[in-house]
């Protein structure tokens, strides 16, 4: 069994489309008013292994009970993935995710072949 202690940070991928950016953008305003949280670049293409426009939202572990909750409540139905941060980029994103709303399939062939290089 693995320790929590290898949690190293958290990500929020908020999705969002044309129609949706406003809601992210909320969202967005939401999360910077209330938490000490890194906020990523707006990707209004798709970017990695992310199929879809989406911006990130970098955590520590303590703020996980605040964040994720407040994020449950207030994603206006948009897709959120919740990952930890171990080391390991293609577990992180798919073994040890955590989806709200629909879970979108990710290119995780290319998250695989970022780490073998």
């Known amino acids: 069994m693995k320790e929590n202690s290898i949690i ?3 990500h929020a991928h908020v999705y969002y489309n044309t129609e949706t950016r406003d809601i ?8 910077e008013a209330r938490f000490e949280v890194q906020l990523g670049h707006w990707h209004d293409q798709p970017i990695g292994p992310h199929p879809t426009s989406m ?3 970098a955590f520590s572990p ?5 964040v994720v ?6 994603r ?9 941060e171990t080391g390991d980029d293609v577990t992180d994103h798919t073994a040890h ?7 979108l399939n ?11 290089s």
């Open 69 to 74: 909750p407040w994020l449950m409540l207030n």
């Open 55 to 57: 911006y990130q939202v």
């Open 62 to 66: 303590n703020q996980f009970p605040q």
């Open 97 to 103: 995710a955590l989806w709200l709303g629909t879970k």
């Open 24 to 31: 992210a953008a909320r969202i967005r305003e939401g999360l």
């Open 76 to 84: 206006e139905g948009l897709d959120i993935l919740i990952h930890p």
């Open 8 to 10: 190293t940070n958290f």
């Open 106 to 116: 990710l290119n995780i062939g290319l998250l695989k072949r970022i780490n073998a």
